[in-house]
């Protein structure tokens, strides 16, 4: 079962499942678990608590990410603070990123 480990991420989800989106939840994608994955897309969603704002934590997100990219997955992070004040600027952004997508894999 694919239960969100923190406040932020369920809510997140909860809203994005209301917006029409599936979702993975800590589906394994190259090595790594991503809090949030748009099914039938390689759009990932981090929700970032307050450890990964520390030098050593930004590093190891950055790194990450540039290997998630290397397999062409987009990686969107939001904090939970973000999710918490403003989730439709977070949704407003993810239809924006996954529009984009979608005309991507149509494309080809």
Not at 35 to 44: E, N, S, V
Not at 53 to 79: E, M
Request: net charge positive; proline share 3%; aromatic share 12%.
């Amino acid at each position: 079962m694919n239960i969100p480990k923190t406040k932020s991420e369920y809510a997140l989800k909860a809203i994005l499942k209301a917006h029409g989106f599936k979702l993975w939840h800590n589906k394994k994608c190259h090595g790594f678990y991503p809090d949030l994955w748009i099914m039938g897309t390689k759009i990932l969603i981090e929700v970032d608590g307050e450890y990964h704002f520390t030098d050593a934590q930004k590093a190891k997100d950055k790194a990450r990410s540039r290997i998630l990219n290397s397999y062409g997955f987009t990686v969107i992070r939001c904090t939970n603070s973000q999710v918490e004040r403003s989730p439709d600027k977070i949704v407003q952004r993810i239809k924006l990123i996954y529009g984009k997508n979608k005309r991507f894999q149509n494309s080809n």
